[in-house]
């Protein structure tokens, strides 16, 4: 399925995944495409069951379906960031519900794939979901440092002029970049290939719908930090 070398958890430890669908068939082969991966799978078919896993297992992706038979995979989402803010979340959608994309990446879902699918892209997107979160303790003990804007890179802990900013996994991944690039401008093609670390179909739009998250939260009320130049990409300065 996968020729790269096996991910794992900082302390060695295969990371952990979970599956929540409620086509048994589906859920079945979505976990053996991910054991392949020497990856810890568990898997539930509503929600509530997949809260309840998710409290004991602790993983460190999901991949969830929109639509199950108690609630819908926004309200699993939200209960499970209760527990865990930064839990990556890759949701399942039907092909022709774009407004179920829009909502789940809206609501704080990290990315999706739509049905049918094939198990290499699921197992693609959640390996770089992972990569996001899993390694990226191992990868570096620096601050970054941009004006006022700080990111560690170990604790994830964001903070502009001394306020602590939340951020998902991929908007944390997403500043990071930018924050290791000041001054630079970086091209919606330089963001989705570093970021996503995938083709995403030419679907540039994803970046625009993060930088718009980002802006909300790092730059919201402050001098803009983050800045479009138009036909070119964006770039991240300090404030003026």
Same mark, same amino acid.
């Given at each position: ?49 997949? %809260?309840?896993?998710?409290? =004991?297992?602790? &993983?460190?992706? %999901? %991949?969830?379906?929109?639509?199950? &038979? ?9 209960? !499970?960031?209760?527990?865990?803010? $930064?839990?990556?979340? !890759?949701?399942? $959608? ?10 789940? @990446? ?5 990315? #999706? ?12 997107? %959640?390996?770089? +979901? ?8 191992? =990868? ?8 006022? @804007?700080?990111?560690? =890179?170990?604790?994830?802990?964001? $903070?502009?002029?001394?306020? =602590?900013?939340?951020?998902?996994? $991929?908007?944390?991944?997403? +500043? ?5 690039? &000041?001054?630079?401008? +970086? ?10 670390? #995938? ?10 719908? #993060? ?13 803009? /930090?983050?800045?479009? /130049? ?7 300065? &300090?404030?003026?």
């Amino acid at each position: 399925m996968s020729s790269s070398a096996p991910l794992a958890r900082v302390d060695g430890n295969p990371v952990r995944v979970l599956v929540v669908d409620d086509e048994n068939n589906l859920t079945e082969l979505l976990s053996m495409a991910l054991r392949y991966e020497k990856w810890d799978v568990k898997s539930a078919g509503t929600g509530s069951q997949a %809260v309840r896993v998710a409290k =004991e297992f602790k &993983p460190d992706a %999901v %991949v969830l379906d929109m639509m199950l &038979p108690d609630f819908d995979g926004l309200e699993v989402l939200r209960r !499970l960031r209760d527990e865990n803010p $930064t839990v990556p979340v !890759l949701f399942l $959608t039907a092909r022709d519900a774009v407004e179920d994309r829009v909502a789940g @990446l809206t609501a704080g879902g990290d990315d #999706y794939v739509t049905k049918p699918f094939s198990l290499e892209e699921v197992v693609a997107r %959640v390996r770089a +979901l992972l990569r996001r979160t899993v390694l990226l303790q191992e =990868e570096s003990d620096s601050v970054l440092v941009v004006g006022d @804007l700080t990111l560690d =890179e170990d604790s994830h802990e964001v $903070t502009r002029g001394g306020d =602590e900013i939340a951020l998902t996994a $991929t908007e944390f991944e997403l +500043l990071r970049y930018l924050m290791r690039n &000041p001054r630079r401008v +970086l091209s919606k093609a330089q963001i989705l290939d570093r970021v996503w670390h #995938y083709d995403f179909g030419g679907q540039a739009n994803v970046v625009e719908l #993060y930088i718009s998250y980002l802006r909300k939260k790092i730059d919201a009320g402050r001098t803009p /930090m983050i800045h479009t /130049m138009r036909g070119a990409g964006y770039v991240l300065k &300090p404030a003026a």
